[in-house]
């Protein structure tokens, strides 16, 4: 995962997301119907913030964080839209590795919606990544990942089970749930007209994993 913010501030800024479809991924409203988000909610890459947004009208308290500045601009924007007072901050979810850097706070459920595979080739940041939410879930909390499955080809980062298992392997978690589940993104043109064979804008449902991980009191 590149640490230039800009490189991330360049999607939201041209709107060439394509994971930003304007609403919530239909797999995490089924966690929330299923009860599986519960207390104090960490939305880490929140992006356009659509997961904050429609959490926070449901009644949670939802932190929406992000480590591009032009994407919590589009995600407050998209609150203000909505009418929503959902709650936004900058902050490199890699830096919480440090026990020196100070928390957002603490949190019973963390939603990760197509982060975690962002790292999928970066062992050395999906072990940051890990160490800090171990930082932030408190004991008994839960690790929600929704991540791009390579059981599937297509376009972005897609990783296979076995990442997610070993980056949750140690006394701190408990992996409860590994199964395959779909992510919802958009059609966008590349340059050759192919990106997913579908014209701009078009929902593209595509094979995921969905996780759910135990935070183990130590």
């Known amino acids: 995962m590149t640490r230039d913010p800009q490189t991330w501030n360049s999607v939201y800024d041209d709107d060439t997301a394509p994971w930003v479809i304007g609403e919530p991924q239909p797999a995490v409203l089924a966690m929330e119907r299923a009860g599986f988000i519960g207390g104090r909610v960490l939305d880490p890459g929140t992006g356009a913030g659509e997961h904050t947004i429609a959490l926070t009208a449901l009644g949670y308290d939802v932190l929406g964080v992000d480590f591009s500045p032009s994407a919590l601009a589009v995600a407050r924007a998209n609150a203000a839209a909505k009418g929503v007072d959902a709650k936004f901050a900058e902050v490199d979810m890699l830096a919480l590795a440090d026990p020196a850097t100070p928390l957002p706070g ?88 192919d990106a997913d064979q579908l014209p701009s804008g078009e929902p593209v449902d595509t094979a995921a994993w969905s996780a759910r991980v135990r935070r183990v009191a130590s």
């Open 106 to 193: 603490d949190f019973d459920t963390v939603l990760d919606s197509a982060l975690f595979h962002v790292f999928g080739t970066e062992p050395e940041q999906r072990a940051d990544y890990v160490r800090g939410l171990a930082r932030l879930v408190v004991p008994g909390g839960v690790v929600l990942v929704l991540a791009l499955s390579d059981t599937q080809p297509g376009r972005g980062p897609r990783i296979p089970a076995s990442i997610i298992r070993d980056s949750f392997t140690g006394p701190d978690w408990a992996i409860e749930d590994l199964t395959l589940s779909t992510y919802r993104g958009r059609g966008l043109n590349d340059e050759d007209g």
